[in-house]
């Protein structure tokens, strides 16, 4: 009996163990501070970067479906270590009735966005779980080795008059690299 609650005991250990392995080369989270008054607030990004796809998840404060919340990101995805800045960036609104699009960028400003890419890719938004779920096929991307990406969100006040950003981290800053 005392053997097999031993065993028992070891292999649960072990499960454990294995459910808490440290973020692999293939995934990674960055948390962001509660630090704009404004339902779009970006709290955290996640990127996965999988053998198909790489998959960015951000969360927010409270995001919401009406217009009038003005919410819309960018993910800037750097993908050559050569080259510092972003080679691609996915753009798009965050509430209802709104687009988006996988863009060629050559750096942050909106002058460097140039051409729509071909290729797979999607965004979702989930209002209960205040996520916004962008996943873009490696191909797309030229198959990078490693992905690193930079995270600017916006809103405006319900009445127009001014827009409020927040960036993941500093401005223009990118997270890691996450190899594949």
Same mark, same amino acid.
């Given at each position: 009996m005392r053997t097999t609650i031993l065993s028992a005991?070891?292999?649960t250990v072990a499960a454990?163990?294995?459910t808490q392995l440290p973020a692999s080369a293939d995934g990674i989270g960055v948390s962001d501070p509660q630090d704009l008054g404004h339902g779009v607030d970006l709290r955290? &990004?996640?990127v996965r970067h999988g053998g198909k796809n790489v998959v960015v998840t951000t969360t927010h404060t409270d995001l919401v479906e009406s217009f009038r919340s003005g919410s819309s990101g960018s993910v800037f995805i750097d993908t050559d270590p050569s080259d510092p800045g972003p080679e691609f960036?996915?753009?798009?609104?965050?509430? &209802?009735g709104t687009d988006y699009a996988l863009l060629t960028t050559d750096g942050f400003a909106s002058s460097a966005v140039g051409e729509p890419v071909e290729g797979s890719y999607r965004m979702t938004v989930d209002y209960e779980r205040d996520q916004v779920r962008?996943?873009?096929?490696r191909a797309a991307l030229g198959n990078p080795d490693e992905v690193r990406v930079a995270v600017r969100v916006a809103g405006s006040r319900p009445d127009g008059s001014?827009?409020?950003?927040?960036w993941l981290g500093a401005p223009r800053s990118f997270t890691d690299w996450v190899a594949q």
């Open positions: 005991a070891t292999l454990l163990a294995l955290s &990004v996640e960036v996915l753009q798009g609104g965050y509430f &209802v962008m996943r873009i096929s001014s827009t409020r950003r927040d």
